[in-house]
């Protein structure tokens, strides 16, 4: 199984992996949607775990996880997502809809 991990904070992305971790299970570690971009020209992942705020902005293109998915499910990408974010529950359910993410969870920042 192939696990892509958008994720900017890189000490998060490790611990993802290292929760994750079984033998078999291999990740792709992204920090920005750039490199996910060209990880996902090579590669074709079974779980995509995408954070929803993301250093990459600007005119162009996606700007957050929620954009990101929103290209995966045009480009014809169909395997399951799960949304990662420090946004508040409130927030974040007022801005979610059903881009074709299946989960999403939240995470304290001490």
């Given at each position: 199984?192939?696990?892509?991990?958008?994720e900017?904070d890189t000490?998060?992305?490790s611990?993802?992996?290292l929760a994750?971790?079984v033998?078999?299970?291999?990740?792709?570690?992204?920090?920005?949607?750039?490199?996910?971009?060209?990880?996902?020209?090579?590669?074709?992942?079974?779980l995509?775990?995408l954070d929803?705020?993301?250093?990459?902005?600007?005119?162009?293109?996606a700007s957050s996880?929620?954009d990101?998915?929103?290209?995966?499910?045009?480009?014809?990408?169909?395997?399951?997502v799960?949304?990662?974010?420090?946004?508040s529950?409130?927030?974040?359910?007022?801005?979610?809809?059903?881009?074709?993410f299946?989960?999403?969870?939240?995470?304290?920042?001490?």
């Amino acid at each position: 199984m192939l696990i892509l991990i958008l994720e900017d904070d890189t000490a998060l992305c490790s611990g993802i992996e290292l929760a994750l971790a079984v033998p078999g299970r291999q990740f792709l570690s992204c920090h920005n949607i750039a490199a996910a971009k060209i990880a996902l020209q090579i590669n074709t992942p079974d779980l995509y775990i995408l954070d929803i705020n993301l250093p990459d902005a600007g005119p162009s293109g996606a700007s957050s996880g929620l954009d990101f998915c929103k290209e995966l499910r045009a480009a014809g990408f169909t395997a399951p997502v799960l949304m990662l974010t420090a946004i508040s529950r409130s927030r974040l359910l007022s801005a979610v809809h059903p881009d074709g993410f299946h989960l999403f969870s939240y995470y304290a920042v001490f």
